[in-house]
């Protein structure tokens, strides 16, 4: 009929954890269920397959990657980023060069790791007001990692802070997709080499 016995163990699993926090949190959990965005708990599900499949790896789930064209430079991944980072009126407020910082300390060559930081402090400043504990997650960065197959690009899973969390007020709920949007158009582009 369409539904395999993985969907059907999911679904059972969905199931019993939500039986589980309604018995142990009680009117709770309903409560709480109820200030969610919609959408909330299926891109609950998609970050706990991810969970599964990266074997645990919390960092897996919460995380999106691409992999980078091959042929593409370092400097041309760069120039991508901040091209889309100005584009969507964001802000470039650090760069951390790590694997340069490891190889003038060790005068060894290092795979390249950088952390790109991009922000809007206005919409920063507004999402710290509706949550404190969103300032964790600031500024958005972008890192370039490279592998033994080449260079990738990882961020943060920005669809758990626009879909998973409280309800965000209008216009807050827009400029945080905006911001969703802006990194998620980084990762793509730069990835696949588009200026």
Known sequence: MGVTMQHW?????VVAVAAAAVLSSGCGTVATIGKLEDGAGAEAMKM???????????AVATTWERKVKPGLTVAEVEEILRNVMVEHNMRDVGTLPLSKELEARSGKKE???TIYQFCSPNIARR????????AA??????????????????????DMMVKMGRKLPSPLKEEAWSVRQA??????????GEF
Request: charged share 25%; aromatic share 12%.
């Open 111 to 113: 795979p390249v790791l």
């Open 9 to 13: 163990r999911r679904g059972a699993a």
């Open 127 to 134: 999402m710290a007001d509706f949550s404190p504990h969103m």
């Open 183 to 192: 990194v998620w158009d980084m990762m793509e582009r730069a990835s696949k």
């Open 48 to 58: 706990w397959d991810r969970w599964v499949e990266g074997g645990g790896d919390i």
């Open 137 to 158: 997650y600031m500024p958005c960065r972008v890192a370039l990692v490279e592998r033994p197959d080449g260079l990738w690009l990882y961020t943060l899973n920005m």
